[in-house]
Every structure is written in structure tokens, then in C-alpha cells.
């Protein structure tokens, strides 16, 4: 199991939400540069890094910060939030990020998804964010008709490899991963599964392995001490 730290990033701190609530919001750890340092200390293969003002604004907001992460980094970033442009996929190419998430923009913008896995195929994840089974967009603050299994589907069809899966009602809440969606949505395509959301421990982590997860993102259990990157691949 490769576990995956998460930096989100609002105004340039570091935090975590509940829920996805923009409301509920919680200063975590120290700063994202002094944080990234300490995860990949701790042994981190790859951290994930999210632009939360990109995800709601529609545009890397965050960029400088996030270029000055990737260039202190020795291991892969993964970077998500905002990403709806072909320039910005070559901006954060060009800071050094080795994958990048796609959410509302592989939802609502088929034409710039197809044109990102046509010339970024190696970089491009596809984030399904969903609520009750539905995807949610814009930083998880609009909620589609659009049935999860359903959108994945479809973005196998479209070449798409790899797919972060988050639950939001459990994302900060450390009740759990939704093992279920998880197998069903394993059961529905062939796509490289990434889970996120509700992760409290490493007992979670082995109850994902065991259905086949290979990387999961953890947030809140890092920074609360109850997953630890040192053990996680022991």
C-alpha cells in the first residue's frame, strides 16, 4: 500500500476540511513547505498537493507555491484543484508536478479532456468526487445528476488509467473509507483505483488492500498521528 500525505491549500497554509465544507475549515501542521519536507522525511513516495482556491475559482491560484513545493520535492507530486486549461496542465508540467488530478473540468469540459489525455496521457488523473453516489464539481460545492460508476465508465472509454476516488461525506471525518463504492467502482472498470476520504487508521488501510487498493490518500490521520507513513509499508 503506498500511502499518498495530502497538503490542501487555501491562502497558502495548510489545512483540511469537513466534509468538503469551505466553512469548516481547520489549519493543520506547519507550513506547506516545512510539511512537504517533513512527509517525504517520513518516508512518502508520492504526496498530493490541492490548490483548494483553484478548485473553487477555476484557476491555479496557488501556482507559485505549488512550483516551489515541486522544486523542493525528491519524490512525485500529484497536484489537483483548478486545473481547466490546457496552459495550465503545461504550467505545472513545467514546475515539475507528475501527475495532475482533473475533476470538474473532465466532467463538464469533454473537449479539454480529451485534448489533456492527447497531449499529457502520462500525467492525467481523473478526481470523482461524489455525494450519495452523485459527482460533485467546484470544489465540491455543486452536486450533478451524474452517477458515479456511471462517469467512470465513461472515462475509461475516453483512455483515462488512473482515478482518485473521494467520498465526501466521509473526507475529514475519519469514520472509514467507503469500501463498498470502492469495490463497486473496482468491479465497474479497470482503472487504476486511488481511494481518499474517511481513512482513520491503518487497520482502514489494510481493509483497502485487501480489496485491491494499491495508493490511498490520507489527510487528517497523518496530521492526528494515527497513520504513519514509517509503518504504512511495514
Known sequence: MKILPAIDLIDGKCVRLYQGDFS??????????????????????IVHIVDLDGARNGEARQYDLIKKLCANSTVPIQVGGGIRSLDTIQKLVNAGADRLVLGTAALEDETFLKAALRQYADYIVVGIDAKD??????????????????????????????????????????????????????????????????????????????????????????????????????
Do not use: H
Not at 501542521?29 to 519536507?37: I, R, T, V, W, Y
Not at 455543486?142 to 465513461?154: G, P, Q, R, V
Not at 475509461?156 to 463498498?180: A, C, H, W, Y
Open 133 to 234: 453516489g452523485k459527482v460533485a464539481t467546484r470544489g465540491w460545492e455543486t452536486l450533478s445528476e451524474i452517477d458515479y460508476i456511471d462517469f467512470a465508465k465513461k472515462m475509461e472509454v475516453l483512455g483515462v488509467k488512473t482515478i482518485v476516488f473521494t467520498d465526501i461525506s466521509r473526507d475529514g471525518t475519519m469514520t472509514g473509507p467507503n469500501v463498498q463504492a470502492l469495490v463497486d467502482l473496482m468491479e465497474a472498470v479497470s482503472c487504476k483505483i486511488v481511494a481518499s476520504g474517511g481513512i482513520k487508521d491503518n487497520d482502514d488501510l489494510k481493509a483497502l488492500e485487501e480489496i485491491g487498493i494499491e495508493e490511498a490518500i490520507v489527510g487528517k490521520a497523518i496530521y492526528e498521528g494515527k497513520v504513519t507513513l514509517k509503518g504504512a509499508s511495514q
Open 24 to 45: 469548516k475549515t481547520t489549519q493543520v501542521g506547519s507550513d506547506p513547505e516545512s510539511q512537504l519536507a517533513t512527509f517525504i522525511k517520513d518516508g512518502a513516495e
